[in-house]
């Protein structure tokens, strides 16, 4: 049962490797990222205008957020890179873009093979990335994903540690579902299956949703026969903190179109960014973000001045 699961879960496309080098080694937005495990993963950072990273001070303008997105099964980064550019501008928001472990170049270059574990690691390194090298605090990072991608999404957003890094997914500025699974094996078998077979399961959402503390939104096709929307509604169900759903008459697993889901996201991305300022009060040791550090060197200076006394 659990290379069943597998096989149904990671379809990785099969394309040659000369299709990346015309469509996705040339961009200029292509970075590498490295997993715990030392693998190597593309990734796609397209951003909107120009503009840094520092955290908004005194009420002066508040910057966009940065969407980290986790894509479908049946696709890879250069597969799905029309969408990122367009969600990129609709939403005015930086668009971090990662590959799986054993997807495109990963599997091409490195034969690496797809997995539930290959997905965590990778979006762990996107997410390192972010808070470690771009120095983005936790709360202007929103994490999207859609279909398979919605797993390592809800493992990431559940938890409050990654290894080698001092951020807190909990804290994140908010969490964007599109056509959510409650796992892999309830999707391909039914809720008895996953019970039964429950160690063969695969990214079971349904027992991490109710662990995220960020506003969490979600978006499905009510006519969705790969993922049915009863997967996606019992999800919001068990959420600490839900946004307004958006349950899609007509519309299937593939079919929903990719201008009503880059509007609603940047619709959330807005409802997110209210809410950012707030977040920002925590602090970690060796924080990300440059104001944190500040009152962090400031407590401690209290602390010492206060012992010298």
Partial sequence: ??????????????????????????????????????????????RYGKKTHRSPKDGKIQRRPTILY???????IALHLPFVDKLCETTRCDVLSYEYVGYSLSGLIDGCRPSEEGCIRSINAAWRYLVDTERIPPSYIILQGCSIGTGPTVDLASRSKVSETYA???????????????????????????????QFDIFRNYEKIDKIEAPVAIVHGEDDVVVPCANGKALHEKLQNPFEPYWISGEGHNGIPEEDICQYAKKFADS?????ALAEKRTYPNSICAGTKDILLSKIKNKVGQKTK
């Avoid at 490295?34 to 190597?40: G, N, Q, R």
């Avoid at 986790?70 to 890879?76: I, R, W």
Wanted: hydrophobic share 40%; glycine share 8%; with cysteine.
């Fill in 1 to 46: 049962m659990g290379v069943a699961v597998s096989s149904i879960a990671f379809p990785a496309p099969i394309m040659p490797i000369s299709y990346y080098e015309e469509n996705l080694s040339c961009r200029s937005d292509l970075i590498w990222l490295t997993t715990s495990a030392l693998e190597k993963i593309p990734a796609i950072y397209r």
């Fill in 70 to 76: 986790s894509h479908g099964n049946a696709e890879d």
């Fill in 168 to 198: 807190s997914p909990l804290d994140a500025g908010g969490v964007l579902l599109q056509s959510p699974l409650e796992s892999g094996l309830r999707v391909a078998y039914g809720t008895t299956a996953s019970t039964i077979g429950y």
């Fill in 272 to 276: 997110t960014i209210k809410k950012t």
